[in-house]
């Protein structure tokens, strides 16, 4: 499937589901449930090479594992690229389809600047954990994402995440930032923008109809459904490090079983 397949498949209120994988099994897993996309879970990647998440494993890694996912699977791939790992815009877009991936979620986080602890945890924080972010300047990401689109012309679907809420309080109070930064990453050529861990189902719908018609990312809601989503006009669904943190526990409970 090219890019432009993978772009069609965002549609407002019938949204592609994006159960994240984190290595070839796994996306072979997504494959065979019937999926139609493999994405990939950053935080979970980098846990399994052994890293924190936040840019802390080595890219040639994170761009290594994506490449053994892609080969494994024949339905497209799409990568989690956190914020590009420091790289210049033309760089970031070799890498990533010569991984043989066909999308990337670029997130505005400055990783250099988020105040994280030895060893790339966040004081008293956990792998996987989102502290308190440092944003990029709105127009420092927007111009970084038109130069990730005019270096990939159409052979990218590039999902531009959207970081105020992580940590937000008040995702009312935030949701004005949040559009502007959408505002601005659609216009710099982003497909999608993803206003991540926005948890509250009426901040959600505001959200979508400000940028309509453009295509939305969305995360489940608690007690929610996709359903629920898809009623709300999100085009995509991302369970993140859902199916990693799902796995994990299950693991950790068969250890505790058999010990």
Known sequence: MTAAQLRALHVPGDPL??????????????????????ATSSVAVAAALGYPDGERAPVAEMFAAAARIARAVSVPVTVDAESGYGLP?????????????VGCNLEDTDHSADGRGPGGLPPGGARGSHPQTTLRPLAEQAERLAAVRAAA????????????????????????????????????????????????AGVLAEFVKAVSPAAVNANPLPGGSIRELAGLGAARVSLGAGAWRATRAFFEGYLAEIS
Do not use: H, M, Q, S
């Not at 995440?161 to 502007?180: K, N, T």
């Not at 216009?187 to 861990?197: H, K, R």
């Open 17 to 38: 589901v994006l159960p994240n994988a984190w290595d070839a099994d796994t996306a072979r897993a997504v494959e065979t449930a019937g999926f139609p996309v493999v």
């Open 89 to 101: 815009a033309a760089e970031l877009v070799t890498r990533l389809l010569e991984t043989g991936a």
């Open 153 to 200: 012309g159409a052979d990218l679907v590039v999902n531009a995440r959207v970081d105020v809420f992580l940590g937000a309080e008040d995702a009312r109070a935030v949701l004005p930032e949040a559009i502007e930064r959408a505002k601005a990453y659609l216009a710099a050529g982003a497909d999608c923008v993803y206003p991540i861990l926005l948890r509250d």
